[in-house]
């Protein structure tokens, strides 16, 4: 399958040039590179791999590393609106457990209604999406953190003790970087 590619108009399409006068300015990037991948395979097929997933198909583990490794926004959105709208317990578990998986920065706003959300399974894993996002490298240490602290009052011991492992694994990540913060003060003294 051979595909031609107008890279230039693709550039435009996604903002990626800046024409100032005196020539142009180019960006690029791994975002970047994820942006135009999601273009070039389109909307249709990304839907396509979210119901893959959640059909558990036999191409539903494929689809779901493409969707963690593009975290298309139309994914999210997909997954949000079953999970909203859904009668079906399962599809909603199913696509909260995808949603999880698709943790980026601009995730964060999903997190704070799926904390909310009447079905534990969905509290449970808003919490798993948070970790997807402070591992992605979105959040610091501290954000992530305070996020969790609201699970640490919730009614269900489940929901407590995930948040509970969750905040002590995060203390201990602090606690390596001053060790490591420490350390390279120490050597930026040294003659």
């Not at 698709?102 to 399974?121: I, Q, V």
């Amino acid at each position: 399958m051979s595909v031609e590619v107008n890279w230039v108009e693709l550039a435009y399409r996604l903002e990626t040039v800046s024409d100032n006068g005196n020539g142009y300015g180019l960006l690029g990037g791994g975002d970047i590179a994820k942006q135009a991948l999601i273009a070039l395979v389109g909307e249709g097929l990304i839907l396509s791999a979210v119901d893959a997933v959640l059909l558990h198909d036999r191409g539903s583990e494929i689809a779901r590393s493409v969707l963690r490794l593009l975290s298309p926004e139309i994914a999210r959105q997909k997954c949000m609106e079953i999970i909203r709208t859904s009668l079906s317990t399962q599809d909603v578990w199913e696509a909260g457990y995808l949603l999880s998986d698709l943790g980026a920065k601009n995730s964060l706003p999903l997190y704070d209604e799926l904390s909310r959300h009447e079905n534990l399974g969905i509290r449970s894993l808003s919490m798993r999406l948070l970790e997807n996002i402070y591992f992605g490298g979105w959040l610091e240490v501290e954000e992530t953190i305070k996020l969790l602290e609201p699970h640490l009052a919730n009614a269900d011991d489940k929901i407590v003790d995930q948040a509970q492992q969750m905040i002590a694994h995060m203390q201990e990540d602090l606690e390596v970087e001053k060790a490591r913060l420490a350390e390279l003060d120490r050597l930026d003294g040294e003659p």
